[in-house]
């Protein structure tokens, strides 16, 4: 059973930076293609980084472009998503998921291409 467990959320203050953290277990890290979403209150999952299983092609949505960086620590199985310049518009639920069914060398930019997720962490933007 694979899970994903996320952290790192909460409230900054614009302008701030902030890590999230998603540690995948029942499957390693370099197996999967991994993705970071986002949700905003009535609106579809968005994706905001996502990246192959080779780890070696990532895209970055338009809105994050610039300020935003993912790295992994495959011993740890743990992905992180680095964000900064934050808005108050970054406001929202944030998600990691995993599609272990994918292409070694291609990235999912739709969430319904991923079959695992971590519960969500709220990051609070305040201005």
């Known amino acids: 059973q694979v899970q994903l467990v996320e952290s790192g959320g909460g409230m900054v203050q614009a302008g701030a930076s902030l890590r999230l953290s998603c540690t995948i277990s029942g499957r390693t890290l370099d197996s999967v293609a991994m993705g970071w979403f986002r949700q905003f209150p009535g609106k579809e999952r968005e994706y905001v980084v996502v990246?192959?299983?080779?780890?070696?092609?990532?895209a970055h949505a338009d809105s994050v472009k610039g300020r935003s960086t993912i790295s992994r620590d495959n011993a740890k199985n743990t992905m992180y998503l680095e964000m900064g310049s934050l808005k108050p518009e970054d406001t929202a639920v944030y998600f990691c998921?995993?599609?272990?069914?994918?292409?070694?060398?291609?990235?999912?930019?739709?969430?319904?291409?991923?079959?695992?997720w971590g519960q969500g962490t709220q990051v609070t933007i305040s201005s």
């Open positions: 998921a995993a599609n272990t069914r994918g292409e070694y060398y291609r990235y999912y930019l739709s969430p319904k291409d991923y079959d695992y």
């Open positions: 990246s192959t299983t080779s780890g070696s092609s990532i």
